[in-house]
């Protein structure tokens, strides 16, 4: 079992940025590849970013390549996700989860643990 504790979402304008950290407890996490998707209302859950158990290896979604990154602390059990240049269309329900495999997916389907979400809300 892995508990995920997403923090640090929020309301901020369009142009800012926020960091989004999601704490790890339970199975070993610097064995797990991380990721963080989003789900907008009435929207399907999607990927955003995903980093692999050494944090040597990243990947992206399109929409926010340049803007957003990845990140991992296997010391202090963390994942962040810093976000830059937040547009409105960002605004959404932030997820990290965890996958029971080195290498991190894009799809939902391939990660087993999820934290509760944390809202982040962009204004104009």
């Known amino acids: 079992q892995v508990q995920l504790v997403e923090s640090g979402g929020g309301l901020v304008q369009a142009g800012a940025s926020l960091r989004l950290s999601c704490a790890a407890s339970g199975r070993t996490f610097s064995d797990s590849a991380m990721g963080w998707f989003r789900q907008a209302p009435g929207k399907e859950r999607e990927f955003v970013a995903g980093?692999?158990?050494?944090?040597?290896?990243?990947r992206y979604a399109d929409s926010v390549k340049g803007r957003f990154t990845i990140s991992r602390d296997n010391a202090k059990n963390t994942v962040y996700l810093q976000m830059n240049s937040l547009k409105l269309e960002d605004t959404a329900v932030y997820y990290c989860?965890?996958?029971?495999?080195?290498?991190?997916?894009?799809?939902?389907?391939?990660?087993?643990?999820w934290g509760q979400g944390t809202h982040v809300t962009v204004s104009s």
């Open positions: 980093i692999d158990w050494r944090g040597d290896t990243t």
């Open positions: 989860a965890a996958r029971i495999s080195l290498w991190p997916g894009s799809s939902p389907g391939e990660y087993a643990y």
